[in-house]
């Protein structure tokens, strides 16, 4: 059932391989994924021009051969800005997942296996993250320790280990039912060597498809707080402010505010359609 | 009545781990609460005022028994440092346009999610389901504030039908000037709801009963609505009160598209003052709506089912 020892073994990871190019999601996903993070990565090449250099006379220009996204109104080239924007909410998206993944998966693995008390605590603090709107709590601990990245890292670190532990608790409590959990404990293997060794492989793929939703989340909430003020400060383009900024301009000229929104839908969509590609290809559904 | 009061006892310490966290939020601030709160220019004796005004200078286990005392008798949630007014009074000026349109988005979100649910599951495999289904993808991947730039640019700009901000004065307006507010929070919210009830919607029709009934002859239409729907609503609402939360913050971003002047406009703007004590509180009040709501849910769940009440 588990790929995760596949990996080691050249032959089943081609099998596994196989097996994934036959799902469209999965492709289509990996495609467009692909596609937002090469050009983040490949920012300074292909960004045709600087995103912070402005040129006050060539304001609000509309979309043309020398600027494909128009320009805004402090003269910035659209197109490059877009791009460039990428390469910072993809960076802190991503880099703002790895601590409340690793806290999730140790949460839940650790509640699920030992059940009782330790489990009723965790329970009961899940329990009460989960009573705040997300968005409320986020915005408040952001304001509380800082905007900026940072704000970003901490609040995440907080709050968003929540929905996985949750998930990776359920599905350690229905393996500890199944027999050969107990099997291996009575075994004599020790209780972190059962859950390390044994458990951990099995949930493994059930977190990484978890770890998609959870980087395009905060790559949503990235944005958010950026268009609230509370995010990325300028000039550091992130999509989040580019799209506060043009919403002035609205009513005239559309695109302004419209392109960076597109790249974050292209970029979610790219995050959820490989989750999703995932899960069929290791069978989780 | 048994299960109604389990739920209740459950929702005690979930209230109190609340307002611990809510306590907590001044602390985690780096350094010195009054000195973010006042800035860099502030004199010395006014952070030593503010730090005495917010009992600052108490043993932290004092500071947290008085805040939870002050919570739990007197509903006293604290008191804005820009205006002296109680919070919960100035809560409760902003929170009617919000709770209005928390309330127009739900009735949106079922009125989108149900039928695309229906569809998709009555096609499951077939084309429209396949349609039905890319719908979530793209909806949890669109930040609910574009969506409502991208509302007001075709509803508002181009086509002209509806307000494209605020909320109007003439007794009709405010209604006609939250439908685009509240279809941008539904459309953020159906998405989860429309994948688990389609999930839901396939386990009914799969039901012995529906079989059974599809056998004896009795039409599809009628056997969807008096039988499928019936069984599929009791997950449904508790869907929705699960979503509650996350409904509840995306109306507050949202506020801030459409400059509705409601909660969310109270918590913004006290953001740029500073006013701790408001932010606090909004946070407070919002957290302890969702748990009241939840425990709504739970009593409107077992009234719908009878099997819930009998466990």
Partial sequence: MSTVSAVAAPRPFVRWLRRALRSPALVAGAFLLAFMVAVSVLAPVVAPYDPETQNLGGGLAAPSASHWFGTDQLGRDILSRVIWAGRTDLRIAVLAAIIPFITGLVVGLVSGYSGGRVDWVIGRVVDTFVAFPFYVLIIAIVFAVGTGENGIFIAYALVGWISSARVIRAKTKALCREGWVGAAYGGGLSHPRVVARHLLPNVLPQAVVLLMTEILLIMVAVVTLGYLGLGVQPPTPDWGTMISDGQLFLATKWWIPSLPGVAVVITGVGLSLLGDGLADVWRLR | ?311
Wanted: aromatic share 6%.
């Fill in chain 2, 1 to 311: 009545m048994r299960w109604f009061g389990r739920s209740l006892l459950a929702a005690i310490p979930v209230a109190l781990g609340v307002v611990v966290c809510v306590f907590l939020l001044l602390r985690i601030v780096p350094g010195d609460p009054a000195r973010m709160i006042l800035g860099e220019q502030a004199t010395t004796a006014s952070i030593d005022a503010l730090r005495e005004q917010l009992g600052l200078n108490l043993p932290v286990g004092q500071q947290l028994l008085r805040y939870l005392v002050g919570v739990f008798t007197r509903a006293d949630i604290g008191t804005s440092l820009v205006t002296d007014q109680p919070v919960l009074a100035l809560i409760a000026s902003r929170v009617g346009v919000t709770l209005l349109l928390v309330g127009l988005a739900v009735v949106f979100t079922v009125l989108i999610a149900v039928p695309l649910a229906l569809i998709a599951a009555t096609h499951k495999d077939g084309p429209l389901d396949h349609v039905v289904r890319i719908f979530p993808t793209i909806g949890m991947a669109m930040p609910a504030f574009w969506v409502g730039l991208i509302l007001i640019l075709v509803f508002g700009v181009a086509l002209r039908w509806l307000p494209v901000g605020g909320v109007g004065t003439s007794p009709a307006d405010p209604l006609r000037s939250l439908i685009l507010p509240a279809l941008t929070v539904a459309i953020g919210m159906s998405p989860p709801l429309i994948r688990s009830l389609r999930e839901q919607l396939l386990e009914v029709l799969d039901a012995d009963f529906v079989v059974t009934l599809k056998a004896a002859r009795l039409g599809s239409v009628s056997i969807l609505v008096r039988h499928v729907l019936r069984n599929a609503a009791v997950p449904a609402v508790s869907l929705l009160g699960v979503n509650v939360a996350y409904l509840l913050g995306g109306t507050l971003v949202i506020e801030k598209v459409f400059a509705i002047n409601g909660m969310g406009a109270l918590l913004f703007s006290s953001i740029s003052t500073r006013d701790f004590p408001v932010v606090q509180g909004i946070t407070l009040v919002s957290a302890m709506g969702v748990v009241v709501i939840s425990l709504v849910t739970d009593l409107l769940v077992a009234a719908l089912d009878p099997r819930i009440r009998a466990a």
